[in-house]
């Protein structure tokens, strides 16, 4: 079992940056791919950026490469989203998620690969 908690969420003006975190439960957290989802109003959840167990595999979607990074530090049992350059179409509530992963490089892109999930933090960016 793992429970995750994000923080950092907030209200930004266009262009620019915000650091969300997340924080895990557990001794379990190394065994974990984490990734990072948002979910707009009225949209469907969707895949913002991966990282595998041992932080040497990352992944992002097309509209954020190039302006996010996320990152782990297993010491802390956290990982985090740096976001740069940020736009009102990042506006969404910012989920973080887990899943057990055998493979220390493999990351995990989709919802469906992902059992445990944070309760979401809210990114508002005005124009």
């Known amino acids: 079992q793992v429970q995750l908690v994000e923080s950092g969420g907030g209200l930004v003006q266009a262009g620019g940056s915000l650091r969300v975190s997340c924080a895990a439960s557990?001794?379990?957290?190394?065994?974990?791919?984490m990734g990072w989802f948002r979910q707009a109003p009225g949209k469907e959840r969707e895949f913002v950026a991966a990282?595998?167990?041992?932080?040497?595999?990352?992944s992002y979607a097309d509209s954020v490469k190039g302006r996010f990074t996320i990152s782990r530090d297993n010491a802390k049992n956290t990982v985090y989203l740096q976001m740069n350059g940020l736009k009102p179409d990042d506006t969404a509530v910012y989920y973080c998620?887990?899943?057990?992963?055998?493979?220390?490089?493999?990351?995990?892109?989709?919802?469906?690969?992902?059992?445990?999930w944070g309760q979401g933090t809210q990114v508002t960016v005005s124009s």
């Open positions: 557990g001794r379990t957290f190394s065994a974990c791919a």
């Open positions: 998620a887990a899943d057990f992963q055998p493979s220390p490089i493999f990351v995990l892109t989709t919802v469906s690969e992902y059992h445990y």
């Open positions: 990282i595998s167990r041992n932080g040497g595999s990352t």
